[in-house]
């Protein structure tokens, strides 16, 4: 079974649209996160949950809404879509708030057009 | 949290040993030195944690001095499959609740 489990893998969609992304983690850890990797590689945080309480909320549009139904799930939604929001987004889940020891899920690459 | 400085990129050769310093000077009395792999087209992923002197798994060691301002992360005999994104971070591990990335050391293993 895979840890943490993001879908969709791969998302192309036009400017203006709503989407979202989905993730679980079957790991029975408290905290779930929102990474966005851009084109240069770099992975910044967007949003940390805890218990389904929102803990971290980096400066993100808000366009972007995380919502936490459980503790096993943290799905990210995205309004009116953007160019410049292509990028790829990793989930992730750590035991408590001890983030230095985080599982990663394998990445939704999207792609606005 | 602490930032942290190392080489954007090194190349090796299979079967080598390679060893990525980070920099990390000022690193708080709490703070844990952690290390992780990103493959391509995959999440990053934990090699490796350390507070302080030496810590060694299955996949590397870590060494960090006295003065605990950088770690060297040592990965012994190299494969191709050894080629991805190195990133070194430094946080509370009671309370750190997001790791932050730096840029991360690009590792090419060639034949």
């Known amino acids: 079974d895979t840890a943490v489990s993001q879908t969709p893998k791969y998302l192309v969609t036009q400017m203006g649209n709503d989407k979202s992304i989905k993730c679980e983690q079957n790991?029975?850890?408290?905290?779930m996160y929102w990474y966005k990797q851009d084109s240069k590689k770099f992975l910044k945080i967007m949003f940390s949950?805890?218990?389904?309480?929102?803990?971290i909320n980096e400066t993100v549009p808000n366009r972007f809404s995380p919502k936490s139904p459980d503790k096993a799930h943290l799905n990210l939604h995205i309004n009116s879509l953007e160019l410049g929001d292509s990028a790829v987004y990793f989930c992730?889940?750590?035991?408590?708030?001890?983030?230095?020891?985080?599982?990663f899920g394998q990445g939704t690459r999207l792609t606005v057009v | 949290l602490a930032k942290t400085t190392q080489p954007i990129s090194m190349d090796s050769y299979e079967g080598q040993e390679v060893n990525i310093t980070c920099s990390h000077n000022?690193?708080?009395?709490?703070?844990?030195i952690t290390w992780y792999q990103q493959f391509p087209s995959q999440g990053p992923r934990f090699i490796i944690q350390?507070?302080?002197t030496k810590v060694t798994n299955e996949v590397a060691s870590l060494f960090i001095p006295a003065d605990r301002k950088s770690s060297t992360l040592s990965l012994p005999r190299v494969s191709l499959s050894d080629t991805a994104v190195y990133y070194c971070?430094?946080?509370?591990?009671?309370?750190?609740?997001?790791?932050?990335f730096g840029g991360g050391t690009r590792v090419l293993v060639k034949p």
């Open positions: 992730a889940s750590s035991q408590n708030r001890a983030g230095t020891l985080a599982f």
């Open positions: 790991l029975g850890h408290d905290t």
């Open positions: 949950y805890n218990n389904k309480e929102l803990i």
């Open positions: 000022n690193i708080a009395t709490n703070d844990y």
């Open positions: 350390g507070y302080k």
């Open positions: 971070l430094v946080g509370d591990k009671a309370a750190g609740n997001k790791l932050t």
